[in-house]
């Protein structure tokens, strides 16, 4: 209302602001969710019905697949409410209000204080804060959240559904349809979505799962267009995107472009090559390792294009543009001296904190993400005193200890802790490297670590299901500090521990002067619409659908359609390229029935909408707040975006609601379901 509204109806908007957002009634916001733990969802219908990419869904078609179940290769559709699954640990969260606090989180904070001191306060603030509100909001969970670097504060009053249940989800050679090759990339052919339902108590209340539970009744749902979009259609999309950094300057950059971006591109890389084989070799493994690859290889690709946007964009060149003009802004009154201090303090920050944050990235990507028996290894702090534990405390680690090995490979993760243990070996120091390195592999292995890696999935109790098992039963936990596993990822908490408190002590100068440069932005340019960084909180960005020109005489068109589908596959990629025999039947027979436009299917189209990770699923909606597709991905050639938007280049590539309508209707078989929606022609 206050700052945008005008545009936007400039724009084409039909709505009004309250429309999309009402603190008192009902409005598009209320069918916008957290999907899980870092994606977005609608509601498309008043029995709960929920939409999301089938990249989010992943992981839960994931859990609940088999060899004998094979539901990311073939896909599921329920064909009645009784057959839809219940998905553990799933949850869906609906934010019911949003307040200002500001005031009252930073009550009693000055500017002379320490930041440690700062951040006590405001903790304490917030605590205080956070119990009054649980009180106005039962059962709910009070989150507040800091935006412009700690300048403003926010508080959400949260609803969270446990009880969700997977409805469909096409097979994995539509829901991926082009696989890494294409991530990124457009033209896009993927049909990214997936079914989910929320369920309630029958009076509508959040619980747990339970069979008398009923699908949530809502009023709140998004209608769904058929009538699709033209080039240069307004287009706006609401949902939670993750972590934007698009205040960084020109020293975290070059952290960026030096250490974080290259660190990440090797040792994922690495990885992914064995996981990758050994997923083709066989099903149990695939299952197993698909949704660890999937959730790997995104952002390895992420850091890959970024980099190559960072410097082909000159983003650099941008920021050190406007520190130069920051600088000179409060230089030229003496009532700016704090802002003065800012960039000094960011620089100063940066550079003491790189070797910590590299040697920390090092490990939390090897031992920490891809030598999983560290992992495993956790659950000794369970076990160190075994006269402690009850039946209950033994049954809840027996329940993490299945969640574990149901998706671990013993050869898998043994050849992968092959690669890491040389890499380590080769890329620290003998300081920088955790203790079992000079104790363990130098005294007992003459530095060898092959040999170590031998001898650590020979011994330790927690190198496979059976033998962790058998050690649970036997009783006698006196001795788990010596099991080899235990020894390592001891020995390598030890140094991230160091790590990161080397980290901390850089952190209170970078905070401050971050939080003084975005204040002194702020005055600096007080006519500009300024809006805070990303940190997966509802937001909603708004523009028109459109084409780009990724090269010189290069012009990508805004739509895809099934034609490109049928024309891409490659039967020398099957993993990536596989197009289903009735998907192409179907296109043979022309049989698109009411979701064709201008002769064909369309598929995929873009925007110029501002999204990032998080808003994976979020709806794309037209000038009535129809929804028109899911938001999935960005595109390759501004994949800097996260740090500096290009409006000319940046895209948003998303699936359109016909082809996932069709893909229900006609290849599921799952017509029903649109009964329940409000399809608008």
Wanted: glycine share 8%; aromatic share 10%.
């Amino acid at each position: 209302e206050k700052l945008n509204i005008k545009d936007m109806k400039a724009r084409g908007l039909k709505l009004s602001a309250r429309d999309i957002y009402d603190v008192n009634g009902s409005s598009l916001k209320d069918a916008v969710v957290i999907f899980g733990g870092g994606c977005t969802g609608e509601i498309v219908s008043p029995e709960g019905l929920l939409l999301t990419n089938h990249h989010c869904g992943f992981a839960s078609i994931q859990a609940l697949s088999s060899v004998e179940h094979d539901y990311l290769r073939n896909g599921f559709w329920a064909m009645e409410r009784r057959e839809e699954l219940p998905v553990p640990g799933l949850s869906v969260r609906f934010i019911r209000q949003i307040e200002e606090v500001t005031e009252p989180v930073l009550q009693g904070v000055t500017e002379q204080m320490s930041e440690k001191d700062r951040t006590t306060q405001i903790e304490q603030n917030i605590t205080v804060l956070v119990e009054q509100k649980k009180a106005q909001y039962p059962g709910m969970e009070i989150l507040v959240k800091d935006f412009f670097g700690g300048n403003q504060y926010l508080l959400f009053a949260i609803e969270v559904y446990r009880d969700i249940r997977l409805v469909g989800a096409p097979p994995q050679s539509i829901g991926k349809f082009g696989g890494e090759t294409d991530n990124w990339m457009w033209p896009r052919h993927t049909g990214d979505f997936s079914v989910f339902r929320v369920y309630a108590t029958p009076e509508g209340k959040p619980a747990e799962y339970a069979a008398e539970n009923v699908p949530y009744q809502t009023s709140n749902y998004l209608k769904i267009s058929l009538k699709g979009y033209d080039e240069g259609d307004f287009a706006m999309i609401m949902g939670f995107p993750g972590s934007t950094e698009r205040y960084m300057t020109s020293w975290e950059i070059d952290q960026t472009l030096q250490v974080d971006n290259p660190t990440r591109i090797l040792i994922r890389g690495l990885r992914q090559d064995i996981l990758k084989r050994d997923m083709a070799a066989s099903d149990a493994v695939r299952i197993q390792y698909a949704s660890k690859f999937a959730s790997s290889s995104n952002y390895w690709k992420n850091s890959i294009g970024m980099s190559r946007g960072l410097v082909k964009l000159g983003v650099k060149a941008e920021k050190e543009a406007l520190e130069r003009e920051f600088t000179a802004w409060a230089n030229a009154s003496s009532d700016r001296t704090s802002y003065q201090q800012a960039l000094p303090l960011i620089e100063q920050a940066v550079r003491e904190r790189i070797p910590h944050a590299r040697l920390l990235q090092y490990f939390s990507e090897t031992m920490g993400r891809a030598v999983e028996i560290c992992k495993a290894a956790e659950m000794s702090h369970l076990l160190s005193d075994s006269s402690a534990l009850t039946d209950e405390q033994m049954e809840n680690i027996r329940k993490t200890a299945d969640n574990f090995y149901k998706d671990y490979n013993m050869p898998t993760d043994r050849e992968v802790a092959r690669v890491m243990f040389r890499l380590l070996a080769d890329s620290l120091s003998e300081e920088e490297l955790p203790s079992v390195f000079e104790k363990v592999i130098k005294a007992r292995f003459g530095g060898n670590t092959d040999r170590y890696v031998e001898e650590l999935y020979a011994r330790s109790v927690f190198a496979d299901q059976a033998k962790f098992e058998a050690y649970l039963a036997a009783g006698d936990f006196s001795q788990i500090g010596q099991d080899p596993a235990v020894v390592l990822y001891r020995s390598v908490a030890k140094k991230m521990n160091e790590a990161r408190k080397k980290l901390t002590a850089c952190d209170a100068d970078f905070n401050r002067g971050h939080r003084l440069f975005i204040a002194g932005l702020l005055e600096m340019d007080k006519e500009r619409k300024h809006y805070p960084d990303a940190n997966f909180t509802i937001r909603l960005t708004y523009g028109n659908i459109l084409p780009y020109d990724p090269a010189d005489g290069v012009t990508y068109r805004h739509y895809t359609t099934l034609s490109g589908v049928i024309a891409k596959e490659d039967p020398k990629n099957p993993t990536e390229f596989t197009v289903p025999e009735k998907l192409k039947e179907l296109y043979r027979a022309k049989d698109f029935g009411r979701y064709a436009y201008r002769g064909d299917v369309p598929v995929a189209f873009l925007s110029n909408n501002d999204i990032t990770g998080g808003n994976s699923g979020s709806p794309v909606m037209n000038s009535r707040g129809e929804l028109l597709g899911l938001a999935f991905d960005g595109n390759w050639e501004a994949m800097s975006g996260d740090i500096a938007f290009e409006p000319d280049l940046q895209r948003t590539i998303c699936v359109d609601i016909r082809y996932v309508l069709f893909l229900i209707d006609k290849f599921a078989g799952a017509g029903y379901l649109l009964d329940e929606m409000t399809l608008v022609e």
